[in-house]
C-alpha cells in the first residue's frame, strides 16, 4: 500500500510539473507573439512590454553589451525611428528549455522584412517569472 501510494505521488508530480511546463511554454510564446505584433502595429514602447523592466536588464547584440531598459528602448528608438525602418517582424522559436520553475532559456531566428532591405538573424532569450508574468531579462540577438 505504501508503494502504491509513493508510486501515485510520483506520477501526480511529474503530471503536475508537465503540466505548469506546459502553461509556462504558452505563456512565453504569448509575450513573444505580443511583441511581433506590438512591432508590426509600429509600437516600440509597447514591444518593450516583454522585457524585464529593469536597470540590470542585459542585451547583447553586434555592438557589445549594454544594460538597462531604458537603454535598450532608447537603442530600439534611435535604430528603428519609423514603421517604414521598423519594417514587417516574424520570430520562429527553434527551443525552449526550461532550466527551474522561474527561468526558460529560449533559441530563435528573426525576420524583418522591409522595403529597404532585410534583415535576419539568431536570438537568445533568457526569460524569468517575475510575480506570475515572463520577461526577458537579458537578449543576446545577432
Known amino acids: 500500500m505504501k508503494k502504491l501510494f ?11 510539473s508537465f ?38 536588464l542585459m542585451f547583447i547584440g553586434k555592438s557589445g553589451i549594454t544594460y538597462g531598459w531604458h537603454t535598450t528602448l532608447n537603442n530600439y528608438k534611435k535604430h528603428y525611428p519609423d514603421t517604414a525602418s521598423m519594417g514587417r517582424l516574424n520570430f520562429d522559436v527553434l527551443e525552449m528549455k526550461p532550466l527551474s520553475s522561474l ?11 522591409r522595403s529597404s532591405g532585410s534583415l535576419g538573424g539568431y536570438f537568445t532569450l533568457l526569460f524569468k517569472k517575475i510575480k506570475t508574468n515572463w520577461f526577458i531579462i537579458a537578449d543576446h540577438t545577432d
Open 6 to 16: 509513493i508510486a501515485g505521488l510520483v506520477i501526480f508530480s511529474f503530471l503536475s
Open 19 to 56: 503540466a505548469q511546463s506546459r502553461k509556462d511554454k504558452i505563456a512565453i510564446r504569448k509575450v513573444l507573439s505580443t511583441q511581433v505584433n506590438a512591432w508590426n502595429s509600429g509600437s516600440i514602447d509597447d514591444f518593450m512590454k516583454g522585457y524585464w523592466q529593469n536597470d540590470s
Open 103 to 113: 527561468y526558460y532559456y529560449v533559441i530563435g531566428k528573426w525576420d524583418l522584412q
